[in-house]
Nanobody
Framework: QLQLVESGGGLVQPGGSLRLSCAAS????????IGWFRQAPGKEREGVSC????????NYADSVKGRFTISRDNAKNTVYLQMNSLKPEDTAVYYC?????????????????WGQGTQVTVSS
């Protein structure tokens, strides 16, 4: 069964850091572009970052550029989202998603497989 599992969320103070992980089971991520999305209460799901299947290309939403870094370790079948300088407005449920494609985009409709999400709360 194809499955994505996110982990690493939690409560952090403004200015702090978290690293989210997205681990795949039942399939190999080698041929999949991976996206990270988030959804805050009462808001639409938005694309945060994505990475191509090779890891050679990445995209970021303007709101997280310079603060978030996406990476992947295909040997571990895992994609990461390093989040630094976190702000209260980063509070949301974060989801990873996979699309069988070389290149990635930040449109949620492109993605075929989704994880269950992990909560990130930035608050003092």
């Amino acid at each position: 069964q194809l499955q994505l599992v996110e982990s690493g969320g939690g409560l952090v103070q403004p200015g702090g850091s978290l690293r989210l992980s997205c681990a795949a089971s039942g399939f190999t991520l080698d041929y999949y572009a991976i996206g990270w999305f988030r959804q805050a209460p009462g808001k639409e799901r938005e694309g945060v970052s994505c990475i191509s299947s090779s890891g050679g290309s990445t995209n970021y939403a303007d709101s997280v550029k310079g603060r978030f870094t996406i990476s992947r370790d295909n040997a571990k079948n895992t994609v990461y989202l390093q989040m630094n300088s976190l702000k209260p407005e980063d509070t949301a449920v974060y989801y990873c998603a996979a699309e069988m494609a070389s290149f990635c985009g930040l449109g949620f409709f492109q993605y075929d497989y989704w994880g269950q999400g992990t909560q990130v709360t930035v608050s003092s």
